[in-house]
Each structure stands twice: as C-alpha cells, then as structure tokens.
C-alpha cells in the first residue's frame, strides 16, 4: 500500500492540504444573484456566436501599416514575392526566393531616409547597406541570388518610426 500512497508523512501531508482546501469552503452557499432583477441583453443566449477575424482586436498601428503596405508597390507582379515591416530600430524580414535574378522594390515612410542592407541566408551580402530616401518614391535594384532565401535589413537611424514595404520581382 505504500507504493501506491507513499509514506505516512506523505499521506498525512495531503490530508492536511486536502483538508486546509475544504474548510474555508464550508458553510458557502451560492444565493444565486443579489436583490433587484437581473438585466440580460436581447442578444444574450448560449449559441455559439460566428467567429469574424475583423473582431479580434489588434495593436493601434496594426490597421494603419496593414493599410498603408497594401497600397505600396501596386499593381502587384507576376512571380512577386513581398513583405513589410515596421520598427524604429533595426528590423530585418526574410523572403523564401529560389536562387536567381530578381528585382528588388523598396518604399520606406517615416525617417528622411533608412538604411537598407540584403543578405542571402547562407549569409552572403547581396546588397551592401546603402541610403534609400523615404520620400514616397520606389527604389529598384537589380540582385543575384545565389541560394535560397534573403533577409533584408531596414534601419531607420536616429529618425523616428519606419514602415517599408518590399518585394523581389523575377527578372526576365
């Protein structure tokens, strides 16, 4: 029996515990709600209710950058892979491309200007950092990648907030 219960100071030890538990609970009735008739709302029932994506409720920011990122770089390109980001550090973001020649598109807003830097996932420089303007037009530049994958890397400096949003178009 003591296999399955321990020993006795530690089935004394759970007695008392179990017993501490049960004692404050003694004497606790539930009276049901207080004096006065209780309100319910007309839509008050226990169906289930249909689940709308566009209820959850989402950080301040989230629908302005969803909203100003799907209005950069239109129209969208055939074979496009794209990305944004936000951030007032550093931010880097990743894009899944199979090696080849693409062309990069870039549009930051926010800072005067953001640093912009590209690297392959194996970590080879695809493209050294350099200073892209943030002043509402699209930079373009050709790249070579040699493997799969890119990480690009956005800093808006000592400026406030960036958003950027980015694509690698195919090049034919």
Known sequence: MSALWGTKTQRKRALLVAAALVIPLSGCEYSGPGQGQVQTSPQASMEPTPFHADSVPKPS??????EWSSQQL???LPGQLAGSASSNTTIGSGLS????NYELHFICDGPSEAELSVSSWSGVEVLAPVQVPCEGSVFKVQVQLDTEGVDLSMNPGSGPQGRYAFR?????
């Open 61 to 66: 920011g989230f629908d302005d950058m969803r």
């Open 74 to 76: 239109q129209p969208p």
């Open 168 to 172: 690698l178009v195919p090049s034919a």
């Open 97 to 100: 491309a199979k090696p080849g």
